[in-house]
């Protein structure tokens, strides 16, 4: 049993990590589900880590983090720079995204899976198609795939060429020192998209394809459950034909309609932020390497495009949260690929992703299909908003689908332009508003939509009490109910 448990959390060779780097504060960083196996797993630790290491000294001190500030699969890197760590153990699933401070060693745990039962079920699909087949697999079952790899040999020796597996990343990152030649998903130079590309690199994963193939062409295979990272490869690779095996039912799922209607949810959101006027950026990471970068993208984007942005940070974000800024039209959240699609029919405003914002704010951008969930995708994909900022020739006007015709975009750029003159008009403006009432004494209706901040507040108003305006005489007083509220006398 605890041979099983030292294999599960890869005990030896975390000790190794630490002792070959000496490492003296390590943080050890456990998703929700795991917290309850810390204790045993620090004890473990502190045990081998006598027994390899009995000649030095130096004490070794680990700190358990929970509750991470924001997706449980990224490095939490603000949380263990306020215990002076020097790196990071992360347990559990992962993005792997790369880090900016702290290097991160990885993890990723052994589910159990039945190799028979997942071989005869691939062998028995792929036997009906003669298309090429990509194996990608959740990284929790990377352990199995040699395994997989020898039964496939041996169960089909002739047709070796047909079948293709990813290959895990990485398990150990260290801090990038430019965060834009390091983020997440790099595509070759010369190339535009991923679907160009003869090297992927997914959910941890990376693979090459032959020369002259297209990822199109193939069939993916998918080993794990139904989560984040699938539905990145069904909304990543919606050209392509995708099976799933299920490890703990032991079956293949075939059919993903709701997957596929995701795509038409996240294009229904990116024509619904064409008509927004101010956008939210939500700062969903501290940690992944270029989030900073992407920050200031996405900033000259919505400026060149006219419109009024906000950057917020509030960790996870929900709809109470959401809620405190009614200002704000649409959010844009910018997070790591695995939690970036965020369902957002609970709030009171669109959250999309950068991707989507590019689509939304970029002019004469047309969605071809392909869809891009990693920061260096979306940048070198994008328009650039320098060149559109630059040319101040006036755009035609474009139609929008839920106001049913065309619409003129306002420049929130030009109303700018001198700042004291803008705010001194603002006040003058906000003490008309005080004053300016309609017959009824109520305040005159918004004819515009507010293009920032301050004018959406300033169409705001607390009226108080309703006055009758006809009747000014002093009624007379009432006597009002006594005792306590869960049950008044005379009730």
């Not at 309609?257 to 006027?277: C, F, G, M, P, S």
């Not at 474009?398 to 306002?410: A, I, K, T």
């Amino acid at each position: 049993m605890e041979m099983e448990f030292e294999s599960r959390y890869e005990i030896n060779r975390t000790v190794e990590f630490i002792i070959s780097k000496s490492f003296t504060r390590i943080a050890l960083q456990f998703p929700d589900e795991l917290l309850k196996e810390s204790t045993k797993v620090v004890r473990a630790l502190k045990s081998k880590l006598k027994e390899m290491n009995s000649e030095n000294d130096r004490e070794v001190r680990f700190f358990v983090m929970a509750d991470t500030t924001y997706g449980s699969c990224c490095v939490d890197e603000v949380g263990a720079l306020h215990i002076d760590s020097q790196c990071v153990v992360h347990y559990g699933q992962t993005c792997l995204s790369p880090t900016s401070v702290l290097p991160a060693f990885f993890v990723f745990g052994k589910a159990s899976i039945k190799v028979s039962s997942c071989v005869k079920h691939l062998l028995d699909h792929t036997s009906k198609s003669d298309k090429p087949v990509m194996i990608l697999y959740g990284l929790e079952y990377a352990h199995v795939i040699p395994s997989i790899q020898e039964e496939l040999r041996l169960s089909k020796p002739e047709s070796q060429l047909k079948f293709s597996v990813a290959n895990v990343l990485c398990s150990f990152i260290t801090p990038s020192k430019d965060p834009r030649e390091s983020m997440e998903h790099p595509v070759p130079s010369g190339e535009d998209s991923l679907s160009s590309s003869r090297n992927y690199r997914l959910g941890g994963l990376t693979w090459d394809l032959p020369e002259g193939s297209k990822i199109e062409d193939y069939l993916l295979f998918w080993i794990g459950s139904d989560n984040s990272a699938f539905a990145n490869v069904v909304l990543t690779f919606n050209g392509c034909d995708v099976v799933r095996y299920d490890a703990e039912e032991g079956s293949l799922v075939t059919e993903f309609t709701q997957q596929r209607r995701i795509l038409k949810r996240r294009y229904y959101l990116v024509e619904k932020a064409k008509d927004a006027n101010i956008i939210g950026i939500l700062v969903g990471t501290l940690g992944v390497a270029g989030y900073l970068h992407m920050i200031h993208h996405m900033q000259a984007l919505i400026s060149a495009a006219g419109k009024k942005s906000y950057i917020l940070a509030m960790g996870r974000p929900n709809p109470a949260k959401l809620a405190n800024f009614p200002e704000c039209d649409v959010f844009i959240y910018i997070s790591c690929a695995q939690t970036a699609l965020l369902d957002s029919k609970e709030f009171m405003a669109p959250v999309i992703t950068p991707f989507e914002a590019n689509l939304a704010f970029s002019r004469g951008s047309e969605w071809t299909g392909a869809y891009l969930m990693h920061f260096q995708d979306v940048i070198i994909n994008s328009s650039k908003p320098e060149s559109e900022a630059e040319n101040g020739s006036e755009e035609e006007p474009r139609f929008s689908f839920f106001q049913g015709g065309y619409v003129e975009d306002h420049n929130t750029n030009d109303e700018a332009e001198n700042g004291e003159e803008e705010t001194m008009a603002l006040v003058q403006a906000a003490e008309k508003a005080l004053q300016l009432r309609g017959k009824d004494h109520n305040q005159l209706a918004k004819q515009t939509a507010a293009k920032s901040g301050p004018e959406y507040f300033l169409n705001r108003a607390y009226r108080g009490l309703e006055i009758n305006s006809d009747n000014t005489t002093p009624e007379p007083f009432l006597v009002g109910r006594s005792g306590k509220a869960s049950g008044y006398k005379h009730e």
